[in-house]
C-alpha cells in the first residue's frame, strides 16, 4: 500500500512526510528539538502538558505538536518568541508546584529556557496524608503571592512492588493511558478531581490492593518524573545508594511465559534493581506483566 | 494477531497466563475484532469476549465438532480451499456432519445457539484465528483436541494467511525453543527426524559420532520406564518433576528409587533434594548469553547481564565438561560458537547470526539464509496455485470423556492450572513479594460452597483417588456447579499433584492434568 506524502515547511526547511504523522514527526524529521513529557511514542497522545507547543501560521493559538496532525503547506515554527514564552511559563509553574528534581529533561529545558519558578514565592507547606485525596473542587483558592501552592504530600509505600510519590506527578496522564485501552486494559487508576486538586485516583479512592490494579507496574514503565518508582529504586534512593554511574542495562527475554518479552534489566552492584522493556519491542510494546517486571527474585536464590 | 477479525481462545486463560500476548488481543479488540472464548471457567480472558461457551471439562472434541458440523451444515465450508489443499475432507464430513451443537449438547455442555453463532462468526469472518493453550493439550486426548480445532481451520480455510491461523501459546520462556534444538525423543534439531538416515547422516558428519537410530522417550513415557525398571539413571535439567508431574505419591516414589540422578538447576528444588550430584547452573535468562524462541517462533537473544553466585555454572559449560570427562571433548565453546555450527546444519536457522538477531529484534523461524527475514506465519504453501507439498489432512475425531469418571464417591471435577502473578510450581515467582497473591485455594463455585456448608477462608480437605490436600475455600463465581478449580504454585504447602491423575495422551506424553474426578470434605461435622 503506497502512503501519501505531505509537504510542509518547519524553521524554513521544507519535509514532507506521511499522511497521518503529527507536527511533531515532521519537526523531528526536520531535525528539530521539540520537548515533550506526557507524549510517549507507544501511548496515544493526551496533549495536556503543553511543553511541546509550536507556532502554526494563520492559527490564532500555540499548537502542540505531540497531537495535530501534519497538513499539506503548513508553516511551523518551533523556535519563536511566542512558544519560547509558552514553554518557559509551563516549565515555572510546573516547577513551582511539582518536585521535578528527577526529570533530566526539565532540569535542562529549564536552563534552556530561562525558567525561574521561584518567581511564584517559596513551596508551601506539604499537605497531609490522603489531604488532597479527599480534597474536592473548588477546595483551592488562590494564594497571596507569597507562597506557591504545590501537590506536595507524603509518598504512598503501600506495596512491596513500587511506591507513589505524588509530590512528583505532573498529571501527564501516561500512567493512565498505559493502564486504560494503550496497554493495560486495567483501568484502575484515572484522574479525579478538578483544577489544582486534579490527581491520579483509584476508583473511590480505595487502596491499591483493593482496586482493579494487577501490578503490572505499566504505569512505572512510562512515567517521566519518578512519581512511580520501583520499590528497590525508591529504597536505594532513600539509602543514598542509587548510583547511576555503576548501573549497566542489558537488554535479555524473560524467564516465564512463552511470548517473549524482552526485558532491559538495569544492574547495579550485580544486582536487578529495575526491569523495563523497550518500547520499541514489537512483543512488547514497551508494557510487561507483573512476574516479567517484577518477578527475579529468584535470581538471588529463591 | 492485531489485525485478525475474529479471535477464538479456546482453553486458554491469555489475560492472566499470557498477560502480553493479550495486550495484543486487546489491540484487535479495540480494532473491532470478535472474541469468542472456549472454557470451563468464566475467566478474565472470557470477560473480554464477545462469546463465552463454558464446556464441560474434557468436551472440546464433541464442540469443535458441533462448530464443524454447523460450518457443514449451514453451507459454510470454505468448498474451494478444501479442494485444492486439502486430504480426507470426505470421510472427516460423512463423520462429523451428524454430531450437531443440538445432539452433543448434553456432553459439550453448551447451549447450542452459542455453538452456532460462534460457527457463523468464525465461518464468515474474513480473517479468523484460533489460539489455544493446556485446557486443549493437557488431557489424555490432547492430539484430538489439537486435531479437532486443525479441522476447523482447515473446513474454513483460516491457515496460512495474514490474520488468519492456529496459534498454540507455549507456556514456557524455551518451550519452544527447546524443540527447535532437538530435545525432543523424535527429533534432532530444525525439527529433522531421529529415525531419517538422511537427517542423522548430516548431523553425524557435523558432530563426528554416530547418533542412536531410534526415537527415545517422552516424559510420562521415562515414568513408564522407571516404573518397569528400565530407565535407572535420570539427569534432569531446570526442571522439577518431583512437584510438576501428576500423581505426585507415584512421582516420588520412582525419582527415589532410581540407581542415579542427577539435577542441574539453578535452585535446590524438590527433585534436587532426592539427587545424588545436584549441579548448579547459572540463570540462563541474565547470567548467562544464548537464544531462546517464544510463542512465535521468534527466536531472540538473552544476556548475560550479571555474574552467577558461587560455583555455579553456564549449562553449556557442564554440557562440556561432562562430555570430556564421558569421552568427547567438545573444548568449550562460547555460545555463539555453538549456535553458529547449529547454524551450519538446521534448515530452519541458517540465516540467524547473533548479528541479525540483534539487528531485526529477533527472527522468527524458518530463516535458512541471510537473504531472508524469517516468517511472519507458516503454511502459506497452502494458498499457492498449485498447492506446495503435502496437502494438509483432515482428521476424524472421537469424543472421548476424561479418563477419570465422576461418581458417587468422587462427584466433583477438578481441574488446574495458573493465576497472573505465579508461576507452575512456584520455584521462580515465590522469589517475590505480589499483593495478589492469595496462596492455594479451593476454589468452588457458590452453588457447591452452599451445599457444603463451606464458608470463604474456610479450610476443607479435596481427596481423590490418589491423595488428598487441605486448603482454604475461594468462591468463584465464574465456576460452575460441579467444578473445582486449584493451582500448582504452592506445592510445598497444598501439593495438588497428589490429586491429578497421571493418564496421559499416548502420542504427546502430556498428563491430563485437567481433568481428576475429587470430592471436597468439610474438616469439622456441620454445627447445628
Known amino acids: 500500500m503506497t502512503q501519501r506524502t505531505l509537504e510542509l515547511t518547519v524553521d524554513g526547511v521544507k519535509v514532507s512526510v506521511p499522511e497521518g504523522a503529527t507536527l511533531l514527526d515532521a519537526c523531528r524529521k526536520a531535525g528539530k528539538d521539540v520537548p515533550t513529557f506526557c507524549w510517549a511514542a507507544n501511548l496515544t497522545p493526551a496533549n495536556v502538558c503543553r511543553i511541546c507547543v509550536v507556532e502554526l501560521g494563520g492559527a490564532r493559538t500555540l499548537v502542540p505538536a505531540c497531537s495535530r496532525k501534519a497538513e499539506a503547506g503548513q508553516v511551523v515554527q518551533t523556535d519563536s518568541p511566542r512558544v519560547h ?19 533530566r529533561d526539565f532540569q535542562a529545558l529549564s536552563k534552556r529556557y530561562g525558567a525561574r519558578p521561584e518567581r511564584f514565592g517559596n513551596k508551601a507547606a506539604r499537605a497531609e496524608a490522603g489531604a488532597r485525596d479527599a480534597a474536592h473542587a473548588g477546595h483551592h483558592h488562590p494564594g497571596d503571592g507569597a507562597q506557591a501552592a504545590t501537590v506536595g504530600q507524603p509518598v504512598k509505600v503501600d506495596n512491596a512492588l513500587f511506591v507513589r510519590d505524588y509530590e512528583k506527578c505532573m498529571l501527564c496522564y501516561k500512567c493512565v493511558e498505559a493502564c486504560g485501552t494503550d496497554a493495560q486494559n486495567t483501568f484502575a487508576i484515572a484522574v479525579a478531581g478538578r483544577g489544582f486538586e486534579a490527581r491520579i485516583s483509584t476508583e473511590h479512592d480505595v487502596a491499591l490492593d483493593d482496586s482493579a490494579c494487577v501490578f503490572c507496574g505499566n504505569c512505572i514503565g512510562v512515567c517521566p518524573t519518578g512519581a512511580l518508582m520501583f520499590a528497590s529504586e525508591h529504597e536505594l534512593r532513600a ?16 524467564a516465564y511465559c512463552g511470548v517473549g518479552c524482552v526485558l532491559s534489566l538495569t544492574v547495579q552492584d550485580n544486582e536487578i534493581v529495575r526491569v523495563t522493556s523497550p ?18 527474585g529468584f535470581v538471588k536464590g529463591g | 494477531m492485531e489485525e485478525t477479525d475474529l479471535i477464538v481462545l479456546w482453553g486458554s486463560n491469555a489475560r ?84 450437531t451443537p443440538e445432539k452433543v449438547a448434553s456432553i459439550t455442555g453448551v447451549e447450542p445457539s452459542l455453538v452456532r453463532r460462534l460457527a457463523r462468526d468464525y465461518a464468515r469472518a474474513d480473517r479468523a484465528m484460533i489460539c489455544w493453550t493446556l485446557g486443549i493439550t493437557e488431557h489424555h486426548n490432547g492430539v484430538d483436541n489439537v486435531l479437532g480445532l486443525i479441522n476447523l481451520a482447515l473446513v474454513t480455510g483460516h491457515v496460512g494467511r495474514w490474520g488468519s491461523g492456529l496459534n498454540p501459546l507455549r507456556g514456557q520462556n524455551n518451550v ?46 521415562m515414568f513408564e520406564a522407571m516404573a518397569h525398571g528400565q530407565l535407572r539413571a535420570l539427569y ?58 517464544s510463542s512465535e517462533r521468534r527466536v531472540q537473544r538473552v544476556r548475560k547481564a550479571l555474574a552467577p553466585p558461587g560455583q555455579a555454572r553456564d549449562d553449556i559449560d557442564i554440557t562440556c565438561e561432562l562430555s570430556k570427562r564421558l569421552g568427547y571433548d567438545m573444548g568449550m565453546p562460547a555460545p555463539k560458537q555453538a549456535w553458529d555450527e547449529l547454524r551450519r546444519a538446521s534448515p530452519l536457522h541458517g540465516g540467524m547470526s547473533y548479528e541479525r538477531l540483534e539487528a531485526l529484534g529477533g527472527i522468527q523461524w524458518p ?10 506465519f507458516l503454511h502459506a504453501r497452502l494458498w499457492k496455485e498449485p498447492v506446495e507439498g503435502r496437502r494438509a489432512p483432515f482428521h476424524v475425531v472421537h469424543d472421548e470423556p476424561p479418563v477419570e469418571a465422576l461418581d458417587r464417591d468422587y462427584p466433583l471435577r477438578l481441574t488446574t492450572g495458573r493465576r497472573l502473578d505465579s508461576f507452575n510450581t512456584g520455584v521462580l515467582s515465590r522469589g517475590y513479594e505480589s499483593p495478589r497473591r492469595l496462596g492455594e485455594t479451593v476454589d468452588l463455585s457458590p452453588h457447591d460452597a452452599g451445599a457444603l456448608g463451606v464458608q470463604e477462608g474456610e479450610k476443607v480437605r479435596v481427596v481423590s483417588r490418589r491423595g488428598a490436600v487441605v486448603a482454604p475455600v475461594r468462591v468463584d463465581p465464574g465456576l460452575r456447579r460441579g467444578l473445582v478449580f486449584m493451582t500448582f504454585h504452592f506445592p510445598d504447602e497444598v501439593d495438588t499433584n497428589q490429586l491429578t491423575i497421571d493418564a496421559a495422551d499416548p502420542r504427546s506424553g502430556t498428563a491430563e492434568f485437567k481433568a481428576a474426578a475429587v470430592r471436597v470434605e468439610r474438616l469439622e461435622a456441620p454445627q447445628r
Not at chain 1, 279 to 296: E, N, P
Not at chain 2, 180 to 198: W, Y
Open chain 1, 279 to 296: 518500547s520499541d519491542s514489537s512483543v512488547t510494546g514497551g508494557h510487561l506483566c507483573v512476574k516479567g517486571r517484577f518477578g527475579y
Open chain 2, 176 to 221: 519452544q525453543g527447546g524443540g527447535d534444538m532437538g530435545a525432543l525423543p523424535n527429533k534432532l534439531p530444525g525439527f529433522e527426524d531421529v529415525e531419517s538416515a538422511a537427517a542423522r547422516a548430516k548431523w553425524e558428519a557435523l558432530w563426528g559420532r554416530p547418533i542412536p537410530p531410534k526415537q527415545g522417550l517422552h516424559l510420562t513415557g
Open chain 1, 85 to 103: 514564552l509558552s514553554r518557559k511559563l509551563v516549565l515555572e509553574l510546573l516547577g513551582s508546584s511539582v518536585d521535578m528534581s528527577l526529570s
Open chain 2, 236 to 293: 534432569v535439567l531446570g526442571e522439577n518433576p518431583a512437584q510438576s508431574e501428576a500423581d505426585k505419591t507415584r512421582t516420588i516414589k520412582l525419582l527415589a528409587g532410581l540407581d542415579h540422578l542427577v539435577v542441574q538447576d539453578i535452585v535446590r528444588t524438590k527433585t534436587a533434594e532426592l539427587a545424588h550430584v545436584v549441579l548448579p547452573a547459572s540463570v540462563s535468562f541474565c547470567e548467562s548469553e544464548g537464544t531462546v524462541t
Open chain 1, 239 to 254: 539509602q543514598g545508594r542509587w548510583d547511576e554511574s555503576k548501573q549497566t542495562v542489558t537488554d535479555t527475554v524473560c
Open chain 2, 16 to 99: 492472566e497466563t499470557h498477560p502480553i500476548f493479550f495486550h495484543h488481543v486487546l489491540k484487535a479488540i479495540h480494532r473491532g475484532a470478535k472474541v469468542y472464548v472456549v472454557d470451563p471457567r468464566r475467566t478474565a480472558t472470557a470477560e473480554w469476549a464477545d462469546g463465552w461457551l463454558p464446556v464441560h471439562v474434557g468436551a472440546d472434541i464433541a464442540l469443535a465438532n458441533a462448530v464443524a458440523a454447523t460450518i457443514l451444515e449451514e453451507g459454510l465450508a470454505n468448498r474451494e480451499f478444501i479442494r485444492r489443499a486439502t486430504s480426507g475432507f470426505e470421510e472427516w464430513e460423512a463423520y462429523t456432519r451428524s454430531h
Open chain 2, 367 to 376: 530463516c535458512p539464509d541471510e537473504t531472508s527475514e524469517g516468517q511472519r
